[in-house]
């Protein structure tokens, strides 16, 4: 069975700085497309930053500039760098990644326990 386990998070003040980090374990042929979503309170669930598995980026418009997603495919291993962190990047992220068994294989979504992300102004 597949597991991802993540790292991070914490408490900063507004202009300040987190990293997150997510790593798959368990077997697998391989990891397409890796993302972190953030659920603020109250709010849906919603896509922050994604990399496929062919290293496309995407970043939504509001972290473009401030945070940086990145991978390592060795370490099965998928990161966001956050810079000049705001009060309204407070929620609890979530890293997700598309997992195959095989080369035929679309992949089976996987999530994170979630961390909290907390900015202060």
């Known amino acids: 069975q597949v597991q991802l386990v993540q790292s991070g998070g914490g408490l900063v003040q507004a202009g300040g700085s987190l990293s997150l980090s997510c790593t798959a374990s368990?077997?697998?042929?391989?990891?397409?497309?890796m993302a972190w979503y953030r659920q603020a309170p109250g709010m849906q669930r919603e896509l922050v930053a994604s990399?496929?598995?062919?290293?496309?980026?995407y970043h939504q418009d509001s972290v473009v500039g401030r945070f940086a997603i990145s991978r390592d495919n060795a370490k099965n291993t998928v990161y966001l760098q956050m810079n000049s962190l705001q009060p309204e990047d407070t929620g609890v992220y979530y890293c997700?990644?598309?997992?195959?068994?095989?080369?035929?294989?679309?992949?089976?979504?996987?999530w994170g326990q979630g961390a909290q992300v907390t900015v202060s102004s």
């Open positions: 368990g077997s697998m042929y391989g990891i397409d497309d």
């Open positions: 997700n990644m598309n997992v195959l068994q095989n080369y035929w294989d679309t992949g089976t979504m996987y």
């Open positions: 990399v496929s598995g062919g290293g496309v980026i």
